[in-house]
């Protein structure tokens, strides 16, 4: 019987288990065995061989395909990143037995399973991040889910700021990608939105968008930030802006969604002269720890066998995608060359209000 290997990689994302329970299923059908590496490329380092390597038979992942996180674990490996360890790891991988693997992770992941490639491992990729920043598909695991979430938060964000009168500022994920957040505004009528693609923003620039809409009478702007925008805020002291008033920072302190909540309510004004109470939210790992949805869990099932297929037929060197619907693969070292578009007129849409 011929043996593959499955791990999940870099920042879990939901659909990771679905993707392990597909890929057992259809390894199960096609008479292949499967064993599971933990905790990514730290289970390909050697150190810990009794554990590191999981049987996946069926009786093991038939029934964690709906569960969030990812039953392997996963975990960031810089050592990885050393092409003596990659070669020790994939002939770790022949001395098991093993004739392919299957890698489930972002753009990270990806780079270790190309350099497996390079030494002689078959390998595939399945893009499971929440990021959306695989420019070579339409969409990664996780994405749906992560946005889904997202807007629900909005969504219940915005109804108690129109009980409230209250502005808010909503961070997302996306690390620096801003698809959560374009697609969260777009979903949820948020007014502004800050993606890192926009380039150079200024705090002023912000603060007078909320100004306006407070003029015409909306109390209740969202304002959607991509993680990544901090990043390309032109320079603010936020120390010397905040300390007048009382608040605790201290010198150097980066922008968070609280202290930029904090200053827009000190630039703008209400009606009235007071100031706006301007709200923070983190969504945080609420994107990343959630059950995935319909079709991040059947984009996993269909990646997931499509994977072992290639696997089977003696391919590797590949990544498993989506676009308009339909899944394909696609030659890994091209996969990782291609450039994301920005949506930039979709930005420029929800931000010209
Ligand atoms: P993601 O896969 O979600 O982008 P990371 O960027 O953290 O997450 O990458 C996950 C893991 O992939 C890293 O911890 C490391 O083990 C491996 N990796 C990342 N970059 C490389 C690289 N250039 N070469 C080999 N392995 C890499
Ligand atoms: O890549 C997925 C992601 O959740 C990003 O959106 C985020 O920037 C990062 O991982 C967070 O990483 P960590 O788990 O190290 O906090």
């Not at 299957?102 to 030494?119: E, K, T, W």
């Amino acid at each position: 019987m011929s043996k593959i290997a499955v791990l999940t990689s870099g920042g879990d994302s939901p659909g990771m288990n679905a993707a392990v329970t597909a890929i057992a299923r259809c390894a199960n059908m096609l008479g292949m065995s499967l064993v599971g590496v933990d905790r990514g490329f730290n289970g390909l380092l050697g150190k810990n061989p009794e554990k590191d390597f999981i049987d996946m038979s069926l009786e093991n992942a038939l029934d964690i395909a709906d569960m969030a996180g990812t039953q392997l674990r996963t975990a960031r490996c810089l050592e990885f990143k050393q092409p003596e360890v990659q070669a020790k790891a994939a002939q770790l991988l022949r001395d098991l037995d093993v004739r392919g693997l299957i890698v489930i992770g972002g753009d990270g992941s990806f780079h270790g399973a190309q350099a497996l490639c390079h030494h002689g491992m078959p390998c595939v990729g399945i893009p499971g991040t929440i990021d959306n920043d695989l420019a070579y598909t339409g969409m990664t695991l996780g994405y749906d889910t992560a946005v889904n979430v997202c807007v629900d938060a909005v969504r219940n964000i915005r109804a108690t700021s129109r009980s409230h009168d209250r502005p808010h500022v909503v961070e997302v994920m996306g690390r620096h990608c801003g698809d959560i957040a374009l697609q969260t505004a777009m979903a949820t009528g948020s007014e502004i939105v800050i993606c890192p693609e926009g380039k150079r923003w200024t705090v002023d620039s912000i603060a007078r968008r909320l100004q306006s809409q407070i003029d015409q009478g909306n109390y209740r702007t969202t304002i959607v930030v991509a993680e990544g925008s901090w990043e390309e805020m032109a320079p603010f002291d936020v120390y010397e802006f905040l300390r007048p008033y009382g608040k605790q920072v201290f010198k150097g302190e980066p922008m968070t969604a609280l202290r930029f909540a904090s200053i827009l309510k000190r630039k703008c004004k209400m009606p009235d002269g007071s100031y706006p109470e301007v709200r923070s939210t983190v969504v945080g790992y609420t994107q990343r720890g959630a059950r995935p949805t319909a079709r991040d869990a059947a984009f996993a099932f269909e990646a997931g066998v499509r994977a072992v297929d290639l696997l089977n037929r003696g391919i590797g060197n590949r990544v498993i995608g989506r676009k308009n619907g339909k899944v394909f693969d696609e030659d890994i070292d091209k996969a990782l060359r291609a450039r994301r578009p920005f949506d930039r007129m979709m930005y420029n849409v929800i931000n010209a209000i």
